[in-house]
């Protein structure tokens, strides 16, 4: 087991990856920790935040990729959403905002503790963000 990063690490599928990471990187600040390519394609993809990281790369028409629903195909719903802890969150907000994610859940200051806001990515899947750190046994940041 890894004492420096993540032990559970979100698989995601997007029909441009490339451009997605880009987005992402831009938009949410993750950075590229490795990206490969065959054949002009993204087959995979590590992008991290902090001791975090997500799996990502284009959708395939495989035993495995079948599995998968975009949001655009199953009207913009999806069936999972990322939950990422950051420290500023008001100003995360306004650079996913900035960039254009779509704000499905306005920031706010929560009751328990530290603030949030949820949002979707160009490819329709949707992101929580907030300064709320269950690990740290307490309330939040802001």
């Given at each position: 087991?890894?004492?420096?990063?993540?032990?559970?690490?979100?698989?995601?599928?997007?029909?441009?990856?490339?451009?997605?990471?880009?987005?992402?990187?831009?938009?949410?600040?993750?950075?590229?920790?490795?990206?490969?390519?065959?054949?002009?394609?993204?087959?995979?993809?590590?992008?991290?935040?902090?001791?975090?990281?997500?799996?990502?790369?284009?959708?395939?028409?495989?035993?495995?990729?079948?599995?998968?629903?975009?949001?655009?195909?199953?009207?913009?719903?999806?069936?999972?959403?990322?939950?990422?802890?950051?420290a500023d969150c008001k100003a995360h907000y306004e650079r996913?905002?900035?960039?254009?994610?779509?704000?499905?859940d306005e920031y706010a200051e929560k009751e328990y503790g530290?603030?949030?806001?949820?949002?979707?990515?160009?490819?329709?899947?949707?992101?929580?963000?907030?300064?709320?750190?269950?690990?740290?046994?307490?309330?939040?940041?802001?």
């Amino acid at each position: 087991m890894s004492s420096s990063g993540s032990t559970i690490i979100p698989g995601m599928r997007y029909r441009d990856a490339r451009s997605m990471i880009d987005w992402l990187c831009k938009a949410f600040g993750f950075e590229k920790h490795a990206v490969y390519e065959e054949n002009g394609h993204i087959v995979h993809a590590q992008l991290t935040y902090g001791n975090g990281m997500i799996m990502l790369g284009e959708i395939h028409d495989d035993a495995f990729g079948k599995r998968f629903a975009q949001p655009s195909d199953i009207g913009g719903r999806e069936t999972q959403c990322a939950c990422v802890i950051v420290a500023d969150c008001k100003a995360h907000y306004e650079r996913a905002k900035a960039a254009g994610a779509i704000i499905i859940d306005e920031y706010a200051e929560k009751e328990y503790g530290g603030a949030g806001y949820g949002c979707s990515d160009p490819e329709g899947h949707l992101w929580w963000f907030g300064s709320y750190d269950p690990w740290a046994g307490g309330d939040g940041d802001e």
